[in-house]
């Protein structure tokens, strides 16, 4: 017999990438390849910030929005290995350096954060 499954939306485990790539006490390299894939699927921005001014508020590590962005030095190597789990046929849509990705993760919580909320 088939039994439901609980899910969790798009937007709130994108906010909770965020959060956990920005805590300044975790190596968490490979949420940032999960976050380029979630991503993919085209978030509600609005959503994905009031989710994550929700999780940064209730966990008082981080202030929202996390800039300017923790260093991620050292993470080269782990990225490399999570980014290459995602290749199918040697192509993958996440970005292929650490660099290129922060820098995309830094201009992805700007757009977030710029995201009005009605």
């Given amino acids: 017999m ?10 709130y485990q994108i906010a909770q990438k965020i959060h956990a790539l920005t805590d300044p006490d975790y190596s968490r390299a490979h949420d940032l390849v999960d976050l380029q894939l ?24 981080q202030e929202w929005p996390p800039l300017p962005l923790r260093p991620m030095d050292g993470w080269a190597p782990a990225y490399q290995l999570s980014r290459e789990e ?28 710029a995201a009005a909320t009605t």
């Fill in 2 to 11: 088939l039994r439901p499954v609980e899910l969790i939306d798009l937007e």
């Fill in 38 to 61: 979630l991503w993919a699927a085209g978030p509600d921005l609005v959503s994905v910030r009031e989710f994550c001014v929700r999780t940064f508020g209730l966990r008082r590590a």
């Fill in 86 to 113: 995602t290749e199918v046929d040697g192509d993958s849509l996440v970005l292929a350096d650490i660099d290129s990705a922060r820098e995309w993760f830094k201009q992805m919580i700007k757009s977030v954060n």
